[in-house]
Structures are given as structure tokens and as C-alpha cells.
């Protein structure tokens, strides 16, 4: 993967065009996709000068690596958040699931934001959800030494079926005209009444 090379402003009026340019990117990748967006086409879209925009991105590809990564970050906030108060391993899939969901509908540009990174660049791609699966495989394991998840799954496989149960479900989500709080519980829980005869050990 390229070296991604990108620099935070200092000042805040830096920082509120720093945001400008990422929101204005994000909308133009979302649209039109990585390969079909131009430098030139966010920076006249930001109405920014030039060298305003290398002043913080080496390029596009820093400029998309950033974005990506502030999602990543923001997704684990919204679920660390989300998982706070929860105790067992059940708890916290479900609250996690719920906290993602919620996520994804109010932020519905996440989702094209992300999987561009298929065309952008394989390993950037790649690395996002190994990462993802690194730690989720470190919270599973936990899990089993406690006795609450099954012994005889590999972990690694399941913490991508899980990541795969959020990511479509997500759709779900995405694909409805609404969504009330009723709404998240009762796919939520739907999602978990699969999982508990097939992830956990009954207690």
C-alpha cells in the first residue's frame, strides 16, 4: 500500500476548511467513486485554492485513506459507546449490532465510502477489515475463556460472519424510508434470536 501522507491544520480556521474539503470529497467519492473523482473536481467543488488543498494531502489517495480511517475510527466510538454499559458477550453483540445500525442510518454515505476502497486500493481494503477481525477475534476469545461463546468455531471466521451479519443488515436498514428506535430493536433482535442457537453456549 502507498504511503499515505496527509497533515492535520493547527489552526481553526485550518480546520474548518479541513473539514470542508473531507465532506465535499466524501459526497464526490460517494457519487461518482474513487476512480471517477478528480482532484480538481473536489477542490473547485470545495471552492478552495489549489495549494490550499496540498496544503494538507499529498493527493487523492491521502485525502481517501483519511477519510477511511476516520470512519473506521468513528464506527468503533459509535459501538465502544454503544457496548458501554453491557456485561455479557450477548449484550454487547446486540448492543453493538444496534449502535452500528444506528450508524449506518445516519450517516448512509459510510457504507459507499467504504467499500470504494475495493477500487482504490486492495490492501487499503484489506486492511480495514482485518483490522476490524484482529480485534474482534482478541474480544471473542475473551468470550470463550469465559464460557459464553461456542469452542469449536474459529474465531476468525466468525468474527467476518459477524462483520458480514452488520454490513448486510445494514442494507436493511439503509433500504427503508424510516427508522424509529421500535424499528432497531426489533431487527436487532431478530438478528440476535440466529445467533444465540448458533454462537452461544445456553446457559
Given at each position: 500500500m502507498d504511503q499515505v501522507n496527509y497533515r492535520l491544520p493547527k489552526r481553526k480556521d485550518g480546520q474548518k476548511t479541513f473539514d470542508h474539503i473531507l465532506e465535499t470529497a466524501k459526497k464526490l467519492f460517494s457519487k461518482n467513486g474513487y476512480q471517477a473523482t478528480s482532484i480538481n473536481e473536489i477542490i473547485n467543488k470545495a471552492g478552495i485554492a489549489t495549494g490550499t488543498f496540498y496544503l494538507y494531502f499529498d493527493d487523492k489517495f491521502a485525502l481517501y485513506s483519511y477519510l477511511l480511517a476516520k470512519y473506521r475510527k468513528s464506527i468503533r466510538k459509535a459501538i465502544s459507546e454503544g457496548i458501554h454499559d453491557a456485561h455479557t458477550r450477548y449484550e454487547k453483540e446486540r448492543l453493538g449490532l444496534r449502535s452500528f445500525l444506528k450508524f449506518a442510518w445516519q450517516d448512509p454515505l459510510?457504507?459507499?465510502?467504504?467499500?470504494?476502497?475495493?477500487?482504490?486500493?486492495?490492501?487499503?481494503?484489506?486492511e480495514y477489515y482485518q483490522t476490524f477481525s484482529h480485534d474482534y477475534v482478541r474480544?471473542?476469545?475473551?468470550?470463550?475463556?469465559?464460557?459464553?461463546?461456542?469452542?469449536?468455531?474459529?474465531?476468525?471466521?466468525?468474527?467476518?460472519?459477524?462483520?458480514?451479519?452488520?454490513?448486510?443488515?445494514?442494507?436493511?436498514?439503509?433500504?427503508?424510508?424510516?427508522?424509529?428506535?421500535?424499528?432497531?430493536?426489533?431487527?436487532?433482535?431478530?438478528v440476535m434470536k440466529v445467533l444465540k442457537t448458533g454462537m452461544f453456549n445456553e446457559k
Open positions: 459510510a457504507y459507499r465510502i467504504i467499500w470504494e476502497s475495493m477500487f482504490a486500493d486492495k490492501e487499503l481494503f484489506k474480544q471473542l476469545n475473551l468470550a470463550v475463556g469465559h464460557g459464553e461463546v461456542r469452542d469449536d468455531v474459529d474465531l476468525e471466521t466468525l468474527s467476518y460472519m459477524l462483520m458480514g451479519i452488520s454490513n448486510f443488515v445494514g442494507l436493511q436498514v439503509l433500504f427503508r424510508d424510516t427508522l424509529t428506535d421500535l424499528d432497531l430493536d426489533r431487527i436487532t433482535d431478530n
